[in-house]
């Protein structure tokens, strides 16, 4: 049981190239989540899928694309990238959206756009 | 929508004493209020939540407790060891019912 799953650990873009970023959950879990991480402001939502099927915005939703191919699958696309979004980025996942439930990270990954 | 404040947002004590996190909120409408711990390369963990019919949880070392009234919660570690160096962050339910984090604390624990 790996939990939550995210490829690729880090990686190095330059301005305008686009990148998937990928996350994978083997706990059954309903709900997927992608956040991004910056220095002094917590996590902030990029977009969520509540179930298989859904997707809606978050937080920070611009730049941003996501695909939820499966249950187990949820991806983050950067159809153009910029310098802004350098950040760590964490999938989560949780049985259910909302309703209290306790969300799951993954290990993250570190992006350095140029 | 939903304003989360933590502080402080660095924090340094000895082994063996206490450490206290603070967080508010501006919603009021909000029930649910969740602690994640995040070590050195990883991603958060639940380590204690509450939720808004009580005003106090433990769990060992560690206890959340909430003020709904003045819209406030805190994380106390009690007996602080090394390995409770992390960044800490607090989190509260908003409208959508999604989680919006604090800006997190960094807490460092001297041997």
């Known amino acids: 049981n790996a939990g939550v799953t995210q490829t690729p650990k880090f990686q190095v873009l330059k301005t305008g190239q686009s990148m998937t970023l990928q996350c994978a959950q083997d706990?059954?879990?309903?709900?997927m989540y992608w956040y991004r991480q910056d220095p002094g402001m917590g996590l902030r939502l990029i977009y969520y899928?509540?179930?298989?099927?859904?997707?809606d915005k978050g937080e920070v939703p611009n730049g941003y694309n996501v695909s939820r191919l499966n249950k187990r699958e949820f991806s983050l696309r950067l159809e153009s990238a910029a310098p802004s979004q350098t950040s760590v980025y964490f999938c989560?996942?949780?049985?259910?959206?909302?309703?209290?439930?306790?969300?799951?990270f993954g290990p993250g990954t570190r992006l350095l756009v140029l | 929508g939903e304003n989360v404040e933590q502080h402080p947002s660095t924090l340094s004590v000895q082994e063996g004493d206490s450490a206290v996190i603070k967080c508010t909120y501006s919603?009021?409408?909000?029930?649910?209020f969740p602690w994640y711990k995040q070590e050195l390369g990883k991603g958060p963990q639940l380590i204690i939540d509450?939720?808004?019919?009580?005003g106090e949880k433990k769990d060992q070392r560690i206890a959340v407790t909430l003020n709904k009234t003045a819209k406030h919660f805190s994380l106390h570690i009690t007996e602080t060891q090394p390995e409770d160096s992390a960044v800490y962050f607090c989190?509260?339910?908003?409208?959508?019912?999604?989680?919006?984090f604090g800006g997190g604390t960094r807490l460092m624990v001297k041997p």
């Open positions: 706990m059954n879990h309903n709900s």
């Open positions: 989560a996942s949780s049985w259910t959206s909302g309703l209290q439930e306790t969300q799951y």
């Open positions: 509450i939720r808004s019919n009580v």
């Open positions: 919603d009021s409408a909000s029930n649910y």
């Open positions: 899928s509540a179930s298989e099927g859904t997707t």
């Open positions: 989190a509260v339910n908003n409208a959508g019912n999604m989680l919006t």
